[in-house]
């Protein structure tokens, strides 16, 4: 099913993907395998990036790009040994995050794929 207006507009805007982050990263700060992939103690700088990148790329303002240029997310994350391990976990606190939120399932749907998709995308240190 095609969906009508940005996905950011139908997610319920800023207010959803805030909570959706907030979430998300409510479990990384307790999961010892993902704290390792973030070197600070406040997670503080991390929620508001990927919620303004997350904002930006489902249609809303572009304040992301504005203050930090263009996403560049292998680029981005290449400092940090991603292995299969902290993609399962990523992704599981994501999906967690993502069912948490009264959403229309083609929305549900569409943010589950892309978060699958682009997890995947960032391993950057092969298994074993």
């Known amino acids: 099913m095609k969906l009508h207006g940005s996905l950011f507009?139908?997610?319920?805007g800023e207010?959803?993907?805030r909570t959706l982050v907030s979430r998300f990263y409510g479990?990384?700060?307790?999961?010892?395998?993902?704290?390792a992939v973030y070197p600070e103690e406040?997670?503080?700088?991390?929620?508001?990036?990927l919620t303004l990148f997350l904002i930006q790329y489902w249609g809303g303002p572009s304040t992301y790009s504005d203050q930090r240029g263009h996403p560049r997310l292998r680029?981005?994350?290449a400092p940090f040994a991603i292995g299969q391990?902290?993609?399962?976990?990523?992704?599981?606190?994501?999906?967690?995050?993502?069912?948490?939120?009264d959403l229309a399932p083609q929305v549900r749907q569409a943010l589950l794929d892309y978060f699958?998709?682009?997890?995947?995308?960032?391993i950057n240190t092969p298994a074993g």
């Open 75 to 77: 680029m981005r994350h």
């Open 9 to 12: 507009e139908l997610a319920g």
């Open 116 to 122: 699958e998709t682009a997890s995947t995308a960032m």
């Open 85 to 101: 391990r902290e993609r399962d976990a990523w992704l599981g606190h994501m999906t967690a995050a993502v069912e948490s939120i």
């Open 42 to 49: 406040d997670l503080s700088g991390a929620t508001e990036r």
């Open 15 to 17: 207010p959803t993907f």
């Open 27 to 35: 479990r990384v700060a307790t999961d010892p395998t993902l704290r």
